[in-house]
Protein backbone atom coordinates (compact mmCIF):
# COMPACT_ATOMS: atom_id res chain seq x y z
CA UNK A 1 0.00 0.00 0.00
CA UNK A 2 2.38 2.22 0.73
CA UNK A 3 4.69 1.72 -2.01
CA UNK A 4 1.81 2.52 -4.20
CA UNK A 5 2.01 6.04 -2.38
CA UNK A 6 5.02 5.90 -2.91
CA UNK A 7 5.41 5.91 -6.56
CA UNK A 8 1.99 8.06 -6.91
CA UNK A 9 3.97 10.66 -4.90
CA UNK A 10 7.08 10.00 -6.93
CA UNK A 11 5.39 10.52 -10.58
CA UNK A 12 3.98 13.81 -9.22
CA UNK A 13 7.66 14.94 -8.12
CA UNK A 14 8.85 14.42 -11.78
CA UNK A 15 5.94 16.25 -13.32
CA UNK A 16 6.17 18.79 -10.75
CA UNK A 17 8.99 20.53 -11.74
CA UNK A 18 10.01 21.31 -15.30
CA UNK A 19 13.46 18.78 -16.06
CA UNK A 20 11.45 16.10 -17.25
CA UNK A 21 10.10 18.26 -20.77
CA UNK A 22 13.86 19.64 -20.88
CA UNK A 23 15.05 16.77 -21.43
CA UNK A 24 12.35 14.96 -23.36
CA UNK A 25 12.40 17.73 -25.32
CA UNK A 26 15.82 17.47 -26.39
CA UNK A 27 15.52 13.67 -26.76
CA UNK A 28 13.42 13.90 -29.42
CA UNK A 29 15.83 16.91 -31.17
CA UNK A 30 18.50 14.41 -30.64
CA UNK A 31 17.10 12.25 -32.28
CA UNK A 32 15.45 14.00 -34.79
CA UNK A 33 18.44 15.59 -36.41
CA UNK A 34 20.71 12.22 -36.30
CA UNK A 35 18.20 10.13 -37.35
CA UNK A 36 16.44 12.38 -40.27
CA UNK A 37 19.60 13.43 -41.01
CA UNK A 38 21.55 9.81 -41.37
CA UNK A 39 18.56 8.67 -42.95
CA UNK A 40 18.88 11.02 -45.57
CA UNK A 41 22.22 10.73 -45.93
CA UNK A 42 22.70 7.40 -45.94
CA UNK A 43 20.12 6.60 -48.65
CA UNK A 44 21.58 9.37 -50.80
CA UNK A 45 25.44 7.84 -50.46
CA UNK A 46 23.56 4.39 -50.75
CA UNK A 47 21.66 5.41 -54.04
CA UNK A 48 24.88 7.43 -55.19
CA UNK A 49 28.02 5.79 -54.34
CA UNK A 50 30.07 7.12 -57.10
CA UNK A 51 28.91 10.63 -55.67
CA UNK A 52 29.74 9.43 -51.75
CA UNK A 53 33.63 8.56 -52.84
CA UNK A 54 33.92 11.35 -54.71
CA UNK A 55 32.79 13.55 -52.01
CA UNK A 56 35.49 11.19 -49.90
CA UNK A 57 32.88 10.35 -47.60
CA UNK A 58 32.56 6.34 -46.86
CA UNK A 59 29.48 5.70 -45.55
CA UNK A 60 30.71 2.13 -43.88
CA UNK A 61 27.72 0.44 -44.20
CA UNK A 62 28.89 -2.45 -45.45
CA UNK A 63 27.13 -3.90 -48.39
CA UNK A 64 23.95 -5.75 -47.82
CA UNK A 65 22.64 -4.03 -44.17
CA UNK A 66 19.33 -3.28 -44.07
CA UNK A 67 19.50 0.71 -43.12
CA UNK A 68 15.78 0.69 -41.03
CA UNK A 69 16.88 -1.06 -38.16
CA UNK A 70 20.14 1.25 -37.57
CA UNK A 71 18.12 4.44 -38.26
CA UNK A 72 15.49 3.43 -35.71
CA UNK A 73 17.86 2.39 -32.85
CA UNK A 74 19.20 6.08 -33.10
CA UNK A 75 16.54 6.40 -30.12
CA UNK A 76 18.00 3.99 -28.06
CA UNK A 77 21.69 3.96 -29.00
CA UNK A 78 22.14 7.52 -28.33
CA UNK A 79 19.10 8.60 -26.39
CA UNK A 80 19.86 5.88 -23.39
CA UNK A 81 21.63 9.08 -21.69
CA UNK A 82 18.14 10.69 -21.05
CA UNK A 83 16.56 8.20 -18.81
CA UNK A 84 19.56 8.06 -16.73
CA UNK A 85 19.63 11.52 -16.46
CA UNK A 86 16.44 11.82 -15.40
CA UNK A 87 16.93 8.69 -12.94
CA UNK A 88 19.57 10.29 -11.60
CA UNK A 89 17.87 13.24 -10.87
CA UNK A 90 15.38 12.36 -9.20
CA UNK A 91 17.74 10.82 -6.36
CA UNK A 92 20.02 13.22 -6.27
CA UNK A 93 17.89 16.41 -6.72
CA UNK A 94 16.38 15.12 -3.52
CA UNK A 95 19.94 15.65 -1.99
CA UNK A 96 20.71 18.55 -3.80
CA UNK A 97 17.64 20.39 -2.53
CA UNK A 98 17.39 18.74 0.84
CA UNK A 99 14.07 17.85 0.57
CA UNK A 100 14.97 13.88 2.01
CA UNK A 101 13.73 15.37 4.86
CA UNK A 102 10.02 16.21 4.14
CA UNK A 103 10.04 13.00 1.74
CA UNK A 104 11.25 10.56 4.76
CA UNK A 105 8.68 12.53 6.95
CA UNK A 106 6.21 11.52 5.02
CA UNK A 107 7.54 7.88 4.79
CA UNK A 108 10.37 7.00 7.22
CA UNK A 109 10.95 3.64 5.27
CA UNK A 110 13.33 4.63 3.12
CA UNK A 111 13.50 1.58 0.86
CA UNK A 112 9.77 1.85 0.12
CA UNK A 113 11.00 5.44 -1.28
CA UNK A 114 13.72 4.36 -3.19
CA UNK A 115 11.74 1.36 -4.29
CA UNK A 116 9.09 3.99 -5.39
CA UNK A 117 11.26 5.43 -7.56
CA UNK A 118 13.00 2.83 -9.27
CA UNK A 119 9.52 1.93 -10.26
CA UNK A 120 8.73 5.27 -11.69
CA UNK A 121 11.59 5.72 -13.04
CA UNK A 122 11.16 2.67 -15.13
CA UNK A 123 7.82 3.73 -16.40
CA UNK A 124 9.34 7.46 -17.03
CA UNK A 125 12.25 5.95 -19.01
CA UNK A 126 9.62 3.91 -21.27
CA UNK A 127 7.88 6.99 -21.78
CA UNK A 128 10.96 8.80 -22.83
CA UNK A 129 11.81 5.69 -24.90
CA UNK A 130 8.31 5.61 -26.63
CA UNK A 131 8.47 9.67 -27.34
CA UNK A 132 12.58 8.60 -28.68
CA UNK A 133 11.44 5.47 -31.13
CA UNK A 134 8.47 7.99 -32.46
CA UNK A 135 10.68 10.31 -33.39
CA UNK A 136 13.26 8.18 -35.10
CA UNK A 137 10.67 6.20 -36.76
CA UNK A 138 8.90 9.16 -38.07
CA UNK A 139 12.01 11.45 -39.30
CA UNK A 140 14.14 7.69 -40.64
CA UNK A 141 10.80 6.09 -42.07
CA UNK A 142 10.47 9.66 -44.06
CA UNK A 143 14.26 10.10 -45.13
CA UNK A 144 14.28 6.14 -46.00
CA UNK A 145 11.24 6.42 -48.18
CA UNK A 146 12.44 9.57 -49.54
CA UNK A 147 15.18 7.71 -51.34
CA UNK A 148 12.77 5.00 -52.27
CA UNK A 149 14.45 2.67 -49.82
CA UNK A 150 12.54 -0.11 -47.45
CA UNK A 151 11.01 1.72 -43.81
CA UNK A 152 10.03 -2.12 -42.57
CA UNK A 153 7.26 -0.63 -40.97
CA UNK A 154 5.42 -3.11 -42.72
CA UNK A 155 7.73 -6.18 -40.96
CA UNK A 156 7.03 -7.45 -37.42
CA UNK A 157 10.15 -7.79 -36.81
CA UNK A 158 10.70 -4.19 -36.67
CA UNK A 159 8.14 -2.99 -34.50
CA UNK A 160 9.53 -6.03 -32.25
CA UNK A 161 12.91 -4.19 -32.14
CA UNK A 162 11.12 -0.60 -31.26
CA UNK A 163 9.57 -2.58 -28.15
CA UNK A 164 12.68 -4.01 -27.00
CA UNK A 165 14.15 -0.35 -27.70
CA UNK A 166 11.56 0.89 -25.22
CA UNK A 167 12.36 -1.83 -22.94
CA UNK A 168 15.85 -0.53 -22.59
CA UNK A 169 15.25 2.81 -22.03
CA UNK A 170 12.97 1.95 -19.12
CA UNK A 171 15.44 -0.18 -17.50
CA UNK A 172 18.38 2.58 -18.36
CA UNK A 173 15.85 4.72 -15.96
CA UNK A 174 16.54 2.36 -13.28
CA UNK A 175 20.10 2.33 -13.79
CA UNK A 176 19.69 6.05 -13.47
CA UNK A 177 18.18 5.35 -9.73
CA UNK A 178 20.67 3.32 -9.03
CA UNK A 179 23.48 5.19 -10.08
CA UNK A 180 22.02 8.32 -8.12
CA UNK A 181 21.95 6.21 -5.15
CA UNK A 182 25.78 5.25 -5.58
CA UNK A 183 26.61 8.75 -5.98
CA UNK A 184 24.15 11.51 -4.47
CA UNK A 185 26.40 14.37 -5.51
CA UNK A 186 24.16 15.73 -8.27
CA UNK A 187 27.19 17.06 -10.43
CA UNK A 188 29.62 14.56 -9.60
CA UNK A 189 26.42 12.24 -11.25
CA UNK A 190 25.62 14.29 -14.18
CA UNK A 191 29.64 14.12 -15.09
CA UNK A 192 29.84 10.47 -14.73
CA UNK A 193 26.94 9.82 -16.57
CA UNK A 194 28.00 12.17 -19.82
CA UNK A 195 31.41 11.37 -19.14
CA UNK A 196 30.63 7.05 -19.04
CA UNK A 197 28.42 7.40 -22.33
CA UNK A 198 30.04 9.86 -24.32
CA UNK A 199 33.69 8.90 -23.86
CA UNK A 200 34.65 5.71 -21.71
CA UNK A 201 31.87 3.46 -22.82
CA UNK A 202 32.50 3.86 -26.50
CA UNK A 203 36.45 3.54 -26.32
CA UNK A 204 36.49 0.69 -23.84
CA UNK A 205 33.79 -0.84 -26.71
CA UNK A 206 36.04 -0.26 -29.64
CA UNK A 207 39.47 -1.62 -27.63
CA UNK A 208 37.85 -4.64 -26.73
CA UNK A 209 36.57 -5.71 -30.12
CA UNK A 210 40.47 -6.26 -31.02
CA UNK A 211 41.08 -9.71 -29.27
CA UNK A 212 38.35 -12.51 -28.97
CA UNK A 213 39.03 -12.49 -24.78
CA UNK A 214 38.40 -8.61 -24.48
CA UNK A 215 35.24 -8.88 -26.81
CA UNK A 216 33.66 -11.51 -24.36
CA UNK A 217 34.19 -9.36 -21.63
CA UNK A 218 33.15 -5.91 -23.68
CA UNK A 219 29.69 -7.26 -24.37
CA UNK A 220 28.86 -6.90 -20.67
CA UNK A 221 29.23 -2.92 -20.82
CA UNK A 222 25.92 -1.97 -20.28
CA UNK A 223 25.56 -0.20 -23.48
CA UNK A 224 26.81 -3.12 -25.40
CA UNK A 225 24.34 -5.05 -23.49
CA UNK A 226 21.85 -2.27 -24.32
CA UNK A 227 22.39 -2.72 -28.04
CA UNK A 228 22.40 -6.61 -27.91
CA UNK A 229 18.80 -5.93 -26.27
CA UNK A 230 17.70 -4.22 -29.59
CA UNK A 231 19.31 -5.80 -31.64
CA UNK A 232 20.63 -3.45 -33.79
CA UNK A 233 22.89 0.07 -33.65
CA UNK A 234 25.37 2.51 -35.08
CA UNK A 235 28.34 1.21 -32.50
CA UNK A 236 27.90 -2.45 -33.68
CA UNK A 237 28.33 -1.45 -37.07
CA UNK A 238 31.27 0.59 -36.43
CA UNK A 239 32.91 -2.08 -33.69
CA UNK A 240 35.29 -4.27 -36.02
CA UNK A 241 32.74 -6.63 -36.84
CA UNK A 242 33.20 -9.51 -33.89
CA UNK A 243 29.51 -10.56 -33.92
CA UNK A 244 29.89 -11.91 -30.40
CA UNK A 245 27.05 -9.88 -28.43
CA UNK A 246 24.85 -11.71 -25.90
CA UNK A 247 21.15 -12.43 -27.22
CA UNK A 248 18.26 -9.81 -26.78
CA UNK A 249 17.42 -11.61 -23.30
CA UNK A 250 21.01 -11.74 -21.98
CA UNK A 251 21.48 -7.79 -22.97
CA UNK A 252 18.17 -7.37 -21.20
CA UNK A 253 19.29 -8.96 -18.04
CA UNK A 254 22.31 -7.53 -17.40
CA UNK A 255 20.87 -4.41 -17.86
CA UNK A 256 18.33 -5.10 -15.23
CA UNK A 257 21.40 -6.77 -13.36
CA UNK A 258 22.85 -3.20 -13.00
CA UNK A 259 20.23 -1.37 -12.01
CA UNK A 260 19.10 -3.53 -9.40
CA UNK A 261 22.32 -3.98 -8.10
CA UNK A 262 23.82 -0.39 -8.28
CA UNK A 263 19.99 0.53 -6.50
CA UNK A 264 20.46 -2.07 -3.79
CA UNK A 265 23.89 -0.91 -2.98
CA UNK A 266 23.02 2.94 -2.82
CA UNK A 267 19.77 1.94 -0.71
CA UNK A 268 22.31 0.14 1.58
CA UNK A 269 25.33 3.07 2.27
CA UNK A 270 24.23 6.64 0.55
CA UNK A 271 20.33 6.32 1.41
CA UNK A 272 20.71 5.07 4.66
CA UNK A 273 22.61 8.10 6.03
CA UNK A 274 22.04 10.57 8.66
CA UNK A 275 20.13 13.61 7.11
CA UNK A 276 21.38 16.29 8.65
CA UNK B 1 -6.88 15.61 15.17
CA UNK B 2 -5.30 12.67 16.85
CA UNK B 3 -4.49 13.11 20.37
CA UNK B 4 -1.70 14.77 21.73
CA UNK B 5 1.08 12.47 22.79
CA UNK B 6 4.32 13.28 25.17
CA UNK B 7 7.53 13.16 23.49
CA UNK B 8 10.14 11.40 25.44
CA UNK B 9 13.69 11.46 25.35
CA UNK B 10 15.29 9.27 27.35
CA UNK B 11 19.36 8.83 27.61
CA UNK B 12 19.91 10.25 24.08
CA UNK B 13 23.57 10.53 22.73
CA UNK B 14 24.80 11.00 19.97
CA UNK B 15 28.42 11.60 18.17
CA UNK B 16 29.47 12.84 15.02
CA UNK B 17 32.98 11.11 14.29
CA UNK B 18 34.58 12.51 17.78
CA UNK B 19 31.89 15.58 18.09
CA UNK B 20 29.30 14.65 20.77
CA UNK B 21 26.56 16.67 19.68
CA UNK B 22 24.14 15.45 22.41
CA UNK B 23 25.23 14.10 25.89
CA UNK B 24 23.11 11.37 27.78
CA UNK B 25 19.67 14.21 27.42
CA UNK B 26 16.83 13.08 29.46
CA UNK B 27 13.32 15.11 28.99
CA UNK B 28 9.39 14.40 28.71
CA UNK B 29 7.43 16.91 26.67
CA UNK B 30 3.66 17.46 27.84
CA UNK B 31 0.42 17.19 26.05
CA UNK B 32 -1.53 20.52 26.30
CA UNK B 33 1.15 22.90 26.62
CA UNK B 34 3.55 24.94 24.85
CA UNK B 35 7.42 23.93 25.62
CA UNK B 36 10.38 25.96 24.53
CA UNK B 37 13.62 24.07 23.87
CA UNK B 38 15.67 26.51 24.43
CA UNK B 39 19.83 26.54 24.33
CA UNK B 40 22.39 28.72 22.06
CA UNK B 41 23.35 27.78 18.33
CA UNK B 42 25.31 24.47 18.28
CA UNK B 43 23.82 23.52 21.77
CA UNK B 44 22.18 20.28 19.99
CA UNK B 45 19.08 21.07 19.55
CA UNK B 46 18.62 20.76 15.94
CA UNK B 47 20.56 16.94 16.65
CA UNK B 48 18.13 16.20 19.15
CA UNK B 49 14.91 16.48 16.85
CA UNK B 50 15.90 14.68 13.74
CA UNK B 51 16.75 12.11 15.93
CA UNK B 52 13.30 11.91 17.39
CA UNK B 53 11.79 12.43 13.58
CA UNK B 54 13.92 9.72 12.75
CA UNK B 55 16.10 11.21 10.44
CA UNK B 56 19.61 10.87 12.31
CA UNK B 57 20.38 7.72 14.01
CA UNK B 58 21.37 7.81 17.79
CA UNK B 59 24.63 6.83 19.32
CA UNK B 60 22.70 5.67 22.19
CA UNK B 61 19.20 5.68 24.62
CA UNK B 62 15.70 6.31 22.57
CA UNK B 63 13.55 9.11 21.26
CA UNK B 64 9.98 8.62 21.14
CA UNK B 65 6.64 9.70 20.81
CA UNK B 66 4.68 8.28 24.14
CA UNK B 67 6.89 4.91 23.36
CA UNK B 68 6.79 4.59 19.57
CA UNK B 69 9.65 5.86 17.74
CA UNK B 70 8.65 7.77 14.44
CA UNK B 71 9.94 5.07 11.90
CA UNK B 72 7.08 2.85 13.48
CA UNK B 73 4.47 5.75 13.55
CA UNK B 74 2.21 3.71 11.58
CA UNK B 75 0.86 7.14 10.37
CA UNK B 76 3.57 9.55 10.75
CA UNK B 77 2.04 13.26 9.44
CA UNK B 78 -0.91 12.30 11.20
CA UNK B 79 0.43 11.78 14.42
CA UNK B 80 3.25 14.31 14.39
CA UNK B 81 3.34 17.62 12.48
CA UNK B 82 7.43 18.52 11.85
CA UNK B 83 8.89 21.65 10.40
CA UNK B 84 12.40 21.59 10.57
CA UNK B 85 14.99 23.86 8.30
CA UNK B 86 12.78 24.95 5.44
CA UNK B 87 13.45 22.74 2.29
CA UNK B 88 12.40 22.51 -0.96
CA UNK B 89 12.82 22.01 -4.32
CA UNK B 90 13.04 25.93 -5.49
CA UNK B 91 11.17 24.78 -8.82
CA UNK B 92 8.18 23.35 -7.63
CA UNK B 93 5.03 25.51 -6.63
CA UNK B 94 3.82 25.48 -3.15
CA UNK B 95 0.73 23.14 -3.82
CA UNK B 96 2.47 20.68 -5.95
CA UNK B 97 5.07 20.80 -2.29
CA UNK B 98 2.52 19.61 -0.49
CA UNK B 99 0.51 17.89 -3.03
CA UNK B 100 3.60 15.57 -3.25
CA UNK B 101 4.18 14.70 0.20
CA UNK B 102 -0.13 14.56 0.87
CA UNK B 103 0.57 11.78 -1.78
CA UNK B 104 2.99 9.91 0.19
CA UNK B 105 1.28 9.83 3.03
CA UNK B 106 -1.80 8.79 1.71
CA UNK B 107 -3.99 12.16 2.99
CA UNK B 108 -6.83 13.53 0.93
CA UNK B 109 -6.15 16.35 -1.66
CA UNK B 110 -8.33 18.71 -0.38
CA UNK B 111 -6.26 19.05 2.25
CA UNK B 112 -3.49 21.11 0.74
CA UNK B 113 -6.06 23.79 0.05
CA UNK B 114 -7.19 23.97 3.76
CA UNK B 115 -3.81 23.96 5.23
CA UNK B 116 -2.58 26.80 2.50
CA UNK B 117 -5.36 28.90 3.41
CA UNK B 118 -4.84 28.71 7.23
CA UNK B 119 -1.44 29.92 6.70
CA UNK B 120 -2.32 32.47 4.59
CA UNK B 121 -0.23 31.77 1.47
CA UNK B 122 -3.20 30.32 -0.90
CA UNK B 123 -3.18 32.93 -3.36
CA UNK B 124 0.81 32.85 -3.71
CA UNK B 125 -0.04 28.72 -4.07
CA UNK B 126 0.90 28.51 -7.54
CA UNK B 127 3.94 30.19 -7.75
CA UNK B 128 7.48 28.74 -7.40
CA UNK B 129 8.90 28.74 -4.22
CA UNK B 130 12.13 29.68 -5.53
CA UNK B 131 10.34 32.83 -5.66
CA UNK B 132 9.64 33.14 -1.92
CA UNK B 133 10.34 35.25 0.91
CA UNK B 134 11.75 33.65 3.95
CA UNK B 135 8.64 34.42 5.69
CA UNK B 136 6.65 32.89 3.34
CA UNK B 137 8.82 30.16 3.13
CA UNK B 138 8.17 29.18 6.73
CA UNK B 139 4.29 29.66 6.72
CA UNK B 140 4.67 26.71 3.89
CA UNK B 141 6.62 24.47 6.28
CA UNK B 142 3.97 25.35 8.85
CA UNK B 143 1.27 24.50 6.65
CA UNK B 144 3.30 21.14 5.72
CA UNK B 145 2.74 20.62 9.71
CA UNK B 146 -0.45 20.45 9.45
CA UNK B 147 -1.70 18.74 6.69
CA UNK B 148 -2.08 15.67 8.46
CA UNK B 149 -3.91 17.40 11.33
CA UNK B 150 -1.74 15.58 13.74
CA UNK B 151 -1.35 15.91 18.00
CA UNK B 152 2.33 16.69 17.89
CA UNK B 153 3.87 19.54 16.73
CA UNK B 154 8.00 19.60 16.55
CA UNK B 155 9.18 23.42 15.20
CA UNK B 156 12.78 23.78 14.69
CA UNK B 157 13.36 27.73 14.54
CA UNK B 158 10.06 28.51 13.14
CA UNK B 159 9.74 32.50 14.46
CA UNK B 160 13.35 33.33 12.21
CA UNK B 161 12.33 35.12 9.83
CA UNK B 162 8.83 36.33 10.76
CA UNK B 163 8.14 39.99 10.22
CA UNK B 164 6.58 41.38 13.76
CA UNK B 165 3.26 40.56 12.28
CA UNK B 166 4.02 36.86 11.89
CA UNK B 167 5.63 36.37 15.00
CA UNK B 168 2.24 37.75 16.52
CA UNK B 169 0.11 35.08 14.29
CA UNK B 170 2.94 32.48 15.10
CA UNK B 171 2.37 33.27 19.12
CA UNK B 172 -1.39 32.97 18.63
CA UNK B 173 -0.96 29.56 16.53
CA UNK B 174 1.41 28.07 19.00
CA UNK B 175 -1.10 29.04 22.12
CA UNK B 176 -4.31 27.81 20.35
CA UNK B 177 -2.86 24.07 19.13
CA UNK B 178 -2.06 23.62 22.60
CA UNK B 179 -4.95 24.38 24.22
CA UNK B 180 -6.81 21.72 21.82
CA UNK B 181 -4.43 19.37 23.71
CA UNK B 182 -1.70 18.80 21.40
CA UNK B 183 1.75 18.52 22.10
CA UNK B 184 3.89 21.16 21.09
CA UNK B 185 7.76 21.68 21.37
CA UNK B 186 9.58 24.69 20.07
CA UNK B 187 13.13 25.05 19.27
CA UNK B 188 14.50 28.79 19.76
CA UNK B 189 18.27 29.82 20.48
CA UNK B 190 16.65 33.07 21.89
CA UNK B 191 14.27 33.10 25.33
CA UNK B 192 12.96 36.06 25.08
CA UNK B 193 11.38 34.71 21.28
CA UNK B 194 9.61 32.18 22.44
CA UNK B 195 8.98 33.15 26.14
CA UNK B 196 5.56 35.18 25.64
CA UNK B 197 4.10 31.90 24.41
CA UNK B 198 5.79 29.00 25.94
CA UNK B 199 4.62 27.09 29.34
CA UNK B 200 7.62 25.08 29.77
CA UNK B 201 11.26 25.36 28.97
CA UNK B 202 13.76 22.64 28.37
CA UNK B 203 17.10 24.33 28.09
CA UNK B 204 19.94 22.56 26.93
CA UNK B 205 24.04 23.84 26.58
CA UNK B 206 26.97 21.82 24.88
CA UNK B 207 24.58 18.40 24.34
CA UNK B 208 23.48 18.30 27.62
CA UNK B 209 20.39 19.14 30.15
CA UNK B 210 20.75 22.54 31.84
CA UNK B 211 16.73 22.88 33.35
CA UNK B 212 13.65 21.46 32.25
CA UNK B 213 10.48 22.86 34.48
CA UNK B 214 8.00 25.42 33.50
CA UNK B 215 8.49 29.40 32.93
CA UNK B 216 7.80 30.60 36.27
CA UNK B 217 9.99 28.59 37.55
CA UNK B 218 12.94 30.04 35.86
CA UNK B 219 11.34 33.46 36.41
CA UNK B 220 11.99 32.77 40.11
CA UNK B 221 15.65 31.42 39.71
CA UNK B 222 16.04 34.61 37.80
CA UNK B 223 18.15 37.52 39.92
CA UNK B 224 15.93 40.73 41.06
CA UNK B 225 16.61 43.96 39.12
CA UNK B 226 14.38 46.69 39.83
CA UNK B 227 14.21 50.25 37.94
CA UNK B 228 12.87 53.28 39.61
CA UNK B 229 12.79 56.74 38.63
CA UNK B 230 11.80 60.38 40.54
CA UNK B 231 11.15 63.54 39.43
CA UNK B 232 13.73 64.53 41.88
CA UNK B 233 16.64 61.98 40.54
CA UNK B 234 19.08 63.57 43.42
CA UNK B 235 16.73 63.13 46.70
CA UNK B 236 15.95 59.51 45.09
CA UNK B 237 20.34 58.83 44.88
CA UNK B 238 19.93 59.78 48.59
CA UNK B 239 17.47 57.65 49.25
CA UNK B 240 19.35 54.70 47.67
CA UNK B 241 23.05 55.31 49.33
CA UNK B 242 20.64 55.67 52.83
CA UNK B 243 19.29 52.40 52.25
CA UNK B 244 22.82 51.35 51.53
CA UNK B 245 21.27 49.19 47.43
CA UNK B 246 23.74 49.71 44.63
CA UNK B 247 22.74 51.20 41.51
CA UNK B 248 23.38 52.44 38.09
CA UNK B 249 21.82 55.34 36.12
CA UNK B 250 20.09 54.18 32.82
CA UNK B 251 18.27 56.23 30.76
CA UNK B 252 14.74 55.48 32.82
CA UNK B 253 16.08 55.71 36.12
CA UNK B 254 18.47 54.10 38.38
CA UNK B 255 18.42 50.28 37.69
CA UNK B 256 19.47 48.46 41.17
CA UNK B 257 20.69 45.22 40.84
CA UNK B 258 19.86 42.26 43.39
CA UNK B 259 16.87 43.48 44.42
CA UNK B 260 12.79 43.47 44.12
CA UNK B 261 10.78 46.41 43.76
CA UNK B 262 9.52 46.12 47.09
CA UNK B 263 13.28 46.69 48.84
CA UNK B 264 13.39 49.12 46.30
CA UNK B 265 9.97 51.04 47.39
CA UNK B 266 10.62 50.22 51.15
CA UNK B 267 13.61 52.72 50.70
CA UNK B 268 12.27 55.36 48.50
CA UNK B 269 9.33 55.48 51.35
CA UNK B 270 11.63 55.82 54.16
CA UNK B 271 13.37 59.03 52.28
CA UNK B 272 10.35 60.62 51.62
CA UNK B 273 10.63 60.21 47.93
CA UNK B 274 8.09 60.66 45.16
CA UNK B 275 8.12 58.09 42.81
CA UNK B 276 7.32 58.65 39.24
CA UNK B 277 8.81 54.62 37.94
CA UNK B 278 8.79 51.10 39.94
CA UNK B 279 9.25 47.95 38.29
CA UNK B 280 11.08 44.80 37.84
CA UNK B 281 13.48 44.71 34.64
CA UNK B 282 12.19 42.34 32.59
CA UNK B 283 15.55 41.49 31.10
CA UNK B 284 15.73 39.24 34.45
CA UNK B 285 14.61 36.45 32.65
CA UNK B 286 16.81 36.29 29.40
CA UNK B 287 19.58 36.69 32.32
CA UNK B 288 18.92 34.46 34.29
CA UNK B 289 18.74 32.17 31.16
CA UNK B 290 22.46 33.36 29.71
CA UNK B 291 23.64 32.54 33.10
CA UNK B 292 22.18 29.00 33.11
CA UNK B 293 23.39 28.41 29.36
CA UNK B 294 26.83 29.88 30.21
CA UNK B 295 27.33 27.93 32.79
CA UNK B 296 27.10 25.03 30.52
CA UNK B 297 30.80 25.83 29.64
CA UNK B 298 32.43 24.68 32.19
Known sequence: ?276 | MAGGIPIMIEGLTKQFGPVTAVDDLSFTVEPGRVTGFLGPNGAGKTTTLRVLLGLVRATAGTATFGGTPYHDLPRPLETVGTALEATFHPGRTARHHLKVYATAAGLPAARVQQVLEMVGIAEFADRRVGGYSLGMRQRLSLAYTLIGDPGVFVLDEPINGLDPEGIKWIRGFLQALAREGRTVLVSSHLLSEVQQSVDDVVIISKGRLIKSGTLSSLELEAAPRTIVDSPDREKLSEALDEAGLAYTEGRGGFIVDEHDPGVVGRAAFLGGVELSALHRLKSGLEESFLTLVGGGEE
Do not use: C
Open chain 1, 1 to 276: MSLLRSIASEFQKVFTTRMWWLLALLLVGYVLVLAGGFGAFLGWAVRNPDAAAATGGNTGVPPGTELAPLIYTFASSIGYVFPVLLGALAVTGEFRHRTLTPTFLAEPHRSIVLGGKFVTQLVVGAGLGVAAFATSVGSGAAALAAFDFDTGLDQGDTWALIGRGVLAMALWGGIGVGLGALVPNQVAAIVIVIAFTQFVEPILRLAASFSDVTASIGRFLPGAASDALVGASFYSIMSTGSSSSLDWWQGGLVLLGIAVVATVIGGATTWRRDVT
